[in-house]
């Protein structure tokens, strides 16, 4: 690491994003001083990377506009890592290298942007991932709200490793790694609209063991992160892609108490709120107790929560009172930028 | 191209960022339908890409919040496909690859969305640069300004050709492909906070034929497209970093007479005005011949402007009244959200 920063501005300023000396200072002091890594340079246009010899290369992106930008668990530096990461790791790929974009305002603290690209790069690191690449973006007070990232994931994998919507089949099980819905009530709450405040965090972490843990199994055929819209709209996907049905049962779903009280209380559905560190994994019935135990060995509160039925595209579930209910598409947002 | 979209929203609501069916329903009709190749898959978290053998990898990354969305020549779609295929095009990579992250706001209208998906299709089409992943996030009204857009391009280039500035000497020559300041001049007419109009269009465009007209050559040192802060800025660049000076010739610089009269009446400098479809490269003096009649074949403005000097990290301008002064480096930005 290089010696402190000698950058004194205390503000972003439009003159950050003109491509002058104080862009440069900016880009240089805030983002490549703890970035660095030997593929970033940021005084070429594009970056020459290696690829392993053999390895299908493999790609992601994803935009960033979660409000508010710091919350319990995470800020919207260490949630981008996460988001991209998680990405590659459920197509069964190893993260190697992440481009980043910033949009920025004017007057923004450069505190809370030091913040921002100390997590950032703190989460690259323990996901073994390089920051090769950047663009930073000003404008003008208003235009934005504090900071928007836009990410690219570049991982490798094997071409063998093919987890796919087209390999699910009827009497496949679903599984997912730990209680839903922790990112979705986390950012409720720290915004404070609702007047109270718990001591919920954010799940917002890489799922890259997890993976790893079903990589392995034979009869594992999809896996997926439940983000915006939850693991409902995950299972929506299969449904959609698949044409067949998904049955989950409550009652085997974990939730955590907090975030079950707190949906209550505002009357939202923990299974439509966004998960940053869960996976959803789809597996043949008879590989469902290995890939059981694989995940619990990394992720102790994984659950078998249901499976795929012939019944055609829709989504049941199974209440906790013995009756069964749709869960229907999401159609209204409830709780816009939460990643 | 697949029968005409059944999708008939007129304009963005917070519930098409959601990650549910009018999300889904947005990106496949707006987005997908135009971009369509057989890489881009809209359910799958990551995407495969095939690496042609003995070839290196090279990315950048670029963000776009140019204001306003739509100006003569272009809109924020091709704007964005050729600032990603340019910087790959400058050292020397062929583009092949694009990410595509779209920053959208509520109540945008759908007409103006599309206008810009299909732009950057067509871009892309031309280029022969397959957009191979995507991300769209509604941010509430106000929280941007229309759309902001990160692109990540992904190209591969030969090992053997490597162009830097690490390979610049004293005594070479800089080249540019055409008349600058376009695109900065076009910007702000379009804005019409000057209170007046004209024909000037930007130069938004690739660079590829300027770039593989001069990658033939023996001595070509580095080429770079001069986009923020302009023609000055990339001569401050290069002097920042070899620790040269550079001595441009202001009656050697093409510029059109639209734009010097507007910069004349303005106040602004053209050498400080953004391009979008030009190339500044750095050949050997030996070279110089060889490669401006090169470049003259796909770039007939393309004149000799300057060259490197031993005198120390600075640029001078060497004026039409024969006369010497220093081109400082950027500092307040004339022009915020130029691209």
New interface residues.
């Given amino acids: 690491m290089r010696p402190r920063s000698e950058f004194r501005d205390t503000h972003v300023s439009?003159?950050h994003?003109?491509?002058?000396?104080?862009?440069?200072e900016l880009i240089d002091e805030v983002f490549a001083r703890v970035l660095e890594n030997p593929f970033l340079d940021t005084?070429?246009?594009?970056?020459?990377?290696?690829?392993p010899i053999g390895e299908?290369?493999?790609?992601?992106?994803?935009?960033?506009?979660v409000k508010p930008l710091e919350f319990p668990g995470g800020n919207i530096g260490s949630l981008a890592v996460h988001g991209t990461v998680?990405?590659?790791a459920?197509?069964g790929?190893m993260p190697r290298?992440m481009?980043?974009?910033?949009?920025v305002e004017e007057g923004l603290d450069i505190a809370v942007l030091r913040r921002t690209a100390d997590s950032l790069a703190e989460a690259a690191r323990e996901c073994g991932v390089s920051v090769?690449?950047?663009?930073?973006?000003?404008?003008?007070r208003?235009?934005?709200?504090g900071i928007?990232l836009?990410?690219?994931?570049?991982?490798f994998?094997s071409?063998a490793c093919r987890f796919?919507?087209d390999r699910i089949q009827v009497g496949d099980r679903i599984l997912v790694s730990g209680p839903v819905g922790e990112h979705g009530a986390a950012i409720m709450l720290a915004r404070q609209e609702f007047g109270f405040r718990g001591d919920l965090k954010s799940d917002s972490a890489s799922v890259l063991k997890e993976a790893r843990a079903l990589t392995g199994i034979v009869g594992l055929r999809f896996m997926?992160?439940p983000?915006?819209?939850g693991l409902a709209?995950v299972a929506?996907?299969i449904a959609?892609?698949t044409g067949f049905g998904i049955r989950l049962v409550e009652a085997h779903i974990p939730v955590n108490d907090a975030v079950h009280s707190i949906c209550e209380l505002l009357g939202f559905d923990p299974l439509y709120m966004a998960c940053e560190g869960r996976i959803v994994a789809v597996v043949a019935s008879d590989a469902c107790d290995a890939a059981l135990t694989a995940l619990r060995r990394v992720a102790p509160a994984a659950a078998l929560i249901g499976e795929i039925r012939a019944d055609g595209p829709q989504v049941t579930l199974e209440t906790s009172f013995g009756g069964q209910r749709a869960l229907d598409?999401?159609?209204?947002?409830?709780l816009?930028?939460i990643c």
Avoid: Q, W
Wanted: glycine fraction near 12%; include cysteine.
């Fill in positions: 439009l003159a994003g003109n491509g002058g000396r104080l862009m440069r005084t070429t246009d594009a970056v020459s990377l290696p690829t299908e290369l493999v790609v992601t992106t994803d935009g960033f506009t998680n990405d590659l459920v197509v790929a290298f481009t980043l974009s910033v949009f090769v690449a950047g663009d930073t973006k000003v404008v003008g208003g235009e934005c709200d928007y836009s990410t690219t994931g570049i991982g994998k071409s796919a919507l997926r992160d983000t915006r819209g709209t929506h996907e959609h892609a598409e999401l159609e209204e947002d409830p816009p930028r």
